[in-house]
């Protein structure tokens, strides 16, 4: 069974910083691509951040850019989301994401709240 489990989410004040984590199970982690995704009340889901197979490149929605940072760890089948200087908006669900290219296979997890107060 695929089990992807987010931690670290909470309420911050705006300019903190969190870490999330993400701990997967069921899969191959270090043939996945990782990803977190974030969804806020009455938008879309969007892509916050990956990062490939074996770390070695990353993407970053340009409104995360200079403050969040995406890192894997291999060994420990897990993902993380640094964030830092956060803003209101970041407030969302975020979600982790892991994705095989060569198989198409997606999972994710059950997200995380994270909320930034002004």
């Known amino acids: 069974q695929v089990q992807l489990v987010e931690s670290g989410g909470g309420l911050v004040q705006s300019g903190g910083s969190l870490r999330l984590s993400c701990v997967a199970s069921?899969?191959?982690?270090?043939?996945?691509?990782m990803g977190w995704y974030r969804q806020a009340p009455g938008k879309e889901r969007e892509l916050v951040a990956d990062?490939?197979?074996?770390?070695?490149?990353?993407t970053y929605a340009d409104s995360v850019k200079g403050r969040f940072t995406i890192s894997r760890d291999n060994a420990k089948n897990t993902v993380y989301l640094y964030m830092n200087s956060l803003k209101p908006e970041d407030s969302a669900v975020y979600y982790c994401?892991?994705?095989?290219?060569?198989?198409?296979?997606?999972?994710r997890g059950q997200g995380t709240q994270v909320t930034v107060s002004s």
């Open positions: 994401d892991a994705y095989r290219p060569s198989t198409g296979r997606n999972y």
């Open positions: 069921g899969i191959a982690f270090g043939l996945y691509r």
């Open positions: 990062i490939t197979s074996g770390g070695g490149s990353t």
